[in-house]
C-alpha cells in the first residue's frame, strides 16, 4: 500500500529547519506484515529528542529513515502467528521489542533486549526486515516504529495493546516520555515516600520524571532548566523549588537550600552541562540517575573520589528501566486515577505537514511535547 510518511535523508542538517528541510513528506510502498508482524494505522505520535538525535547527526542511522516512534494506534491487519491482536485493538508503540529470551529479558530487563539492540541500530524490524521502499530504494524504519506516517508495519514485540476509551494523543506520550520519566523515578530509581528529588532538564521526559516523583510521594522537588517557561509549568505540576541553571552559582544555591544536596538528581538533558548539575547537587549517598542519550563523543567527568568517600552512585536509565506489558498499563491506570496527569506534557499540535517547523519548536526548548494528530 502507498504512504504519506515523514523521511530523512540527510542527517546534520543545519536548523532552523523549517528552512533546511531536513525531513520530506513522500509517498512511499509499505509492505504487507509478514509473520509475527502487524500493521497498524497511526493514530497520534509526538515529537522526541530521539527522533531529534537522528536528524542532527547526535546518533547516526541508517538513511534515507522514516523516522517517529513516540505514538499510539489502531490495528488493522495481523501477520501469521500473531494470536492475541485482532482488528480494532488500540495499540501503544514501544521502541525496544523484547524477545524474551536473551538475558537481560530473562533477568526482567527487556529495556536491554541484545537483538532488539541489533535492530534498531541496523534500521530494520526486529526479524531483521525491512518493508517499506521507494520504487527499488529501502527506506530504513526508525527503531523499528516509524510513526510519522499513516500506517505502519511492525513486530508484534513492539506493540502494548491498551484499554479503549482514551483519546490517541494522550496514549501516545506512554510510548516513551511517560515510560522513560517516570520509570526512572519508580523503577531505576525506585524512590520512596519522603524522598527528596531534582530534575535537571524539563522537555517531555523531565517533566514526565517530576510527575512520577510527586505521584510517588517525594518531600521535595526541585526542577532546574534554562527555560523560565519550563520552570513555571514545573510549579505548575508539583515542584516545589525551581532554579535556572544559566546561574553560575546554582549548584552552591541548591546545596545550601536543601541542606547538602537531594537524595535523587535526575539528568534529563542528555547535555554534559546539565549532568555536571545533577551530580553536583546529589548529596552524600545520594544517586545520580541519566535518562539523557548524549553525542557519543561527549564524555562527563567528575571527582573520583566521591564515589568512595560520598558513597553517591551513578545509574543510566533507558526506558526507565521498564517492563513495557506492566507498567504502560499501570501509567495508563494512573493517569485515569487523575495521579499521573500526563495529559499536561502536550503544548502543541500539529500536522504531518509541519513537521520541520515543529521540530524547531523542539529544539528551541519551546515544548515539551508537540504531537501530530492523524
Given at each position: 500500500?502507498?504512504?504519506?510518511?515523514?523521511?530523512?535523508?540527510?542527517?546534520?542538517?543545519?536548523?532552523?529547519?523549517?528552512?533546511?528541510?531536513?525531513?520530506?513528506?513522500?509517498?512511499?510502498?509499505?509492505?504487507?506484515?509478514?509473520r509475527?508482524?502487524v500493521?497498524?494505522?497511526?493514530?497520534?505520535?509526538?515529537?522526541?529528542?530521539?527522533?531529534?538525535?537522528?536528524?542532527?547527526?547526535?546518533?547516526?542511522?541508517?538513511?534515507?529513515?522514516?523516522?517517529?516512534?513516540?505514538?499510539?494506534?489502531?490495528?488493522?491487519?495481523?501477520?501469521?502467528?500473531?494470536?492475541?491482536?485482532?482488528?480494532?485493538?488500540?495499540?501503544?508503540?514501544?521502541?525496544?521489542?523484547?524477545?524474551?529470551?536473551?538475558?537481560?529479558?530473562?533477568?526482567?530487563?527487556?529495556?536491554?533486549?541484545?537483538?532488539?539492540?541489533?535492530?534498531?541500530?541496523?534500521g530494520?524490524?526486529?526479524?531483521?526486515g525491512?518493508?517499506?521502499?521507494?520504487?527499488?530504494?529501502?527506506?530504513?524504519?526508525?527503531?523499528?516504529?516509524?510513526?510519522?506516517?499513516?500506517?505502519?508495519?511492525?513486530?508484534?514485540?513492539?506493540?502494548?495493546?491498551?484499554?479503549?476509551?482514551?483519546?490517541?494523543?494522550?496514549?501516545?506520550?506512554f510510548?516513551?516520555?511517560?515510560?522513560?520519566?517516570v520509570?526512572?523515578?519508580?523503577?531505576?530509581?525506585?524512590?520512596?515516600l519522603?524522598?527528596?528529588?531534582?530534575?535537571?532538564?524539563?522537555?517531555?521526559?523531565g517533566?514526565?520524571?517530576?510527575?512520577?516523583?510527586?505521584?510517588?510521594?517525594?518531600?521535595?522537588?526541585?526542577?532546574?532548566?534554562?527555560?523560565?517557561?519550563?520552570l513555571t509549568?514545573?510549579?505548575?505540576?508539583?515542584?516545589?523549588?525551581?532554579?535556572?541553571?544559566?546561574?553560575?552559582?546554582?549548584?552552591?544555591?541548591?546545596?545550601?537550600?536543601?541542606?547538602?544536596?537531594?537524595?535523587?538528581?535526575?539528568?534529563?538533558?542528555?547535555?554534559?552541562?546539565?549532568?555536571e548539575?545533577?551530580?553536583?547537587?546529589?548529596?552524600?549517598?545520594?544517586?545520580?540517575?541519566?535518562?539523557?542519550?548524549?553525542?557519543?563523543e561527549?564524555?562527563?567527568?567528575?571527582?573520583?573520589?566521591?564515589?568512595?568517600?560520598?558513597?553517591?552512585?551513578?545509574?543510566?536509565?533507558?526506558?526507565?528501566?521498564?517492563?513495557?506489558?506492566?507498567?504502560?498499563?499501570?501509567?495508563?491506570?494512573?493517569?485515569?486515577?487523575?495521579?499521573?496527569?500526563?495529559?499536561?506534557?502536550m503544548?502543541?499540535?500539529?500536522?504531518?505537514?509541519?513537521?520541520?517547523?515543529?521540530?524547531d519548536?523542539?529544539?528551541?526548548?519551546?515544548?515539551?511535547?508537540v504531537?501530530?494528530?492523524?
Open positions: 500500500m502507498k504512504v504519506k510518511s515523514a523521511v530523512l535523508r540527510e542527517s546534520g542538517v543545519k536548523a532552523p529547519y523549517a528552512e533546511s528541510l531536513p525531513i520530506k513528506i513522500e509517498t512511499i510502498e509499505l509492505d504487507s506484515p509478514e509475527g508482524e500493521l497498524i494505522q497511526i493514530k497520534a505520535a509526538s515529537l522526541c529528542h530521539s527522533d531529534l538525535s537522528v536528524i542532527n547527526g547526535s546518533r547516526p542511522r541508517p538513511l534515507p529513515m522514516a523516522l517517529g516512534h513516540e505514538a499510539s494506534g489502531v490495528v488493522v491487519e495481523v501477520g501469521e502467528g500473531v494470536m492475541d491482536l485482532e482488528p480494532g485493538d488500540h495499540v501503544v508503540c514501544v521502541f525496544v521489542p523484547s524477545c524474551g529470551h536473551c538475558l537481560p529479558c530473562k533477568e526482567g530487563r527487556p529495556a536491554l533486549c541484545e537483538p532488539a539492540a541489533v535492530s534498531n541500530t541496523a530494520t524490524l526486529f526479524n531483521g525491512i518493508r517499506l521502499h521507494n520504487d527499488n530504494e529501502k527506506v530504513y524504519h526508525h527503531v523499528g516504529v516509524s510513526a510519522f506516517s499513516e500506517y505502519a508495519v511492525v513486530s508484534r514485540n513492539s506493540l502494548i495493546k491498551v484499554k479503549k476509551g482514551i483519546p490517541f494523543e494522550k496514549l501516545a506520550l510510548g516513551c516520555a511517560v515510560i522513560t520519566g520509570g526512572a523515578v519508580s523503577n531505576t530509581a525506585n524512590i520512596k519522603g524522598n527528596t528529588v531534582a530534575i535537571v532538564g524539563l522537555g517531555g521526559i517533566l514526565s520524571a517530576l510527575l512520577g516523583a510527586v505521584t510517588a510521594g517525594a518531600s521535595r522537588i526541585v526542577a532546574v532548566d534554562i527555560n523560565e517557561a519550563k509549568q514545573a510549579k505548575e505540576l508539583g515542584a516545589t523549588d525551581v532554579y535556572n541553571s544559566t546561574d553560575p552559582d546554582v549548584v552552591e544555591s541548591i546545596r545550601e537550600a536543601t541542606g547538602g544536596g537531594l537524595d535523587f538528581a535526575f539528568e534529563t538533558a542528555g547535555v554534559v552541562p546539565a549532568m548539575v545533577a551530580y553536583g547537587i546529589t548529596k552524600r549517598g545520594g544517586t545520580t540517575v541519566t535518562t539523557g542519550l548524549p553525542h557519543p561527549h564524555h562527563f567527568s567528575f571527582p573520583y573520589v566521591s564515589l568512595t568517600a560520598e558513597e553517591k552512585s551513578l545509574k543510566g536509565s533507558y526506558i526507565g528501566s521498564c517492563v513495557p506489558e506492566r507498567d504502560i498499563p499501570h501509567f495508563i491506570n494512573l493517569f485515569e486515577q487523575e495521579r499521573l496527569p500526563v495529559d499536561k506534557l503544548t502543541n499540535f500539529i500536522s504531518l505537514e509541519e513537521i520541520n517547523e515543529g521540530f519548536t523542539l529544539a528551541k526548548g519551546e515544548a515539551s511535547r504531537v501530530i494528530k492523524f
